[in-house]
Antibody, heavy 122, light 107 residues
Framework: EVQLLESGGGLVQPGGSLRLSCAAS????????MSWVRQAPGKGLEWVSR????????YYADSVKGRFTISRDNSRNTLFLQMNSLRADDTAVYYC???????????????WGQGTLVTVSS | DIQMTQSPSSVSASVGDRVTITCRAS??????LAWYQQKPGKAPKLLIY???SLQSGVPSRFSGSGSGTDFTLTISSLQPEDFATYYC?????????FGQGTKVEIK
């Protein structure tokens, strides 16, 4: 059974940093691209970042480029999101999501974690 | 970025009704479109991928159609557990984007 479990969310001041983790199990983690998707309170879904199965290729939404870094540790089946220079509009539930097909080209998400809430406020 | 526009933003319907939600892409995306269902406080759930393929375990009352720029999600006979918010998502470009969501409410 595929499971994705996020952690690391919390309250942080504007300009601060936070590192999110997503522990994966139930599939061959290194074979799948992974993404982070966020949802601000009462709002819709916004894709944040994607990383290839090997970790060699990364992609970011313009809204987080230069501030967030996605990475993965395939030996530990764990996905990360390092978030720096956080702003109030980064406040959201952050989901990690697995792509439906192995390889690096799929951008359809068949499994999602339960989400972790990041609140940026002074 | 490719913009995804859903309509309507909300719909009130009764159990047993047929419900149709449309999604339009700002440029052609072939069949690279997915539909998700989200209930309050829960993660999104994949319903349809590649515009018309039903995800494993999803009831057959859900169906998707379309290609290019215009897509449709149809629920053939609305059930109590279907009241939720539905999102389309394009999976064509390097930056996937979602529609703004359609909330299906009880009439």
């Amino acid at each position: 059974e595929v499971q994705l479990l996020e952690s690391g969310g919390g309250l942080v001041q504007p300009g601060g940093s936070l590192r999110l983790s997503c522990a994966a199990s139930g599939f061959t983690f290194s074979s799948y691209a992974m993404s982070w998707v966020r949802q601000a309170p009462g709002k819709g879904l916004e894709w944040v970042s994607r990383i290839s199965g090997s970790g060699d290729s990364t992609y970011y939404a313009d809204s987080v480029k230069g501030r967030f870094t996605i990475s993965r540790d395939n030996s530990r089946n764990t996905l990360f999101l390092q978030m720096n220079s956080l702003r109030a509009d980064d406040t959201a539930v952050y989901y990690c999501a697995k792509t439906i097909s192995p390889g690096d080209h799929s951008k359809t998400f068949d499994y999602w974690g339960q989400g972790t809430l990041v609140t940026v406020s002074s | 970025d490719i913009q995804m526009t859903q309509s309507p933003s909300s719909v009130s319907a009764s159990v047993g009704d047929r419900v149709t939600i449309t999604c339009r892409a700002s440029q052609g995306i072939s069949s690279w479109l997915a539909w998700y269902q989200q209930k309050p406080g829960k993660a999104p759930k994949l319903l349809i991928y590649a515009a018309s393929s039903l995800q494993s375990g999803v009831p057959s009352r859900f169906s998707g159609s379309g290609s290019g720029t215009d897509f449709t999600l149809t629920i053939s006979s609305l059930q109590p557990e279907d009241f939720a918010t539905y999102y389309c998502q394009q999976a064509n470009s390097f930056s996937p984007t979602f529609g703004q969501g359609t909330k299906v409410e009880i009439k």
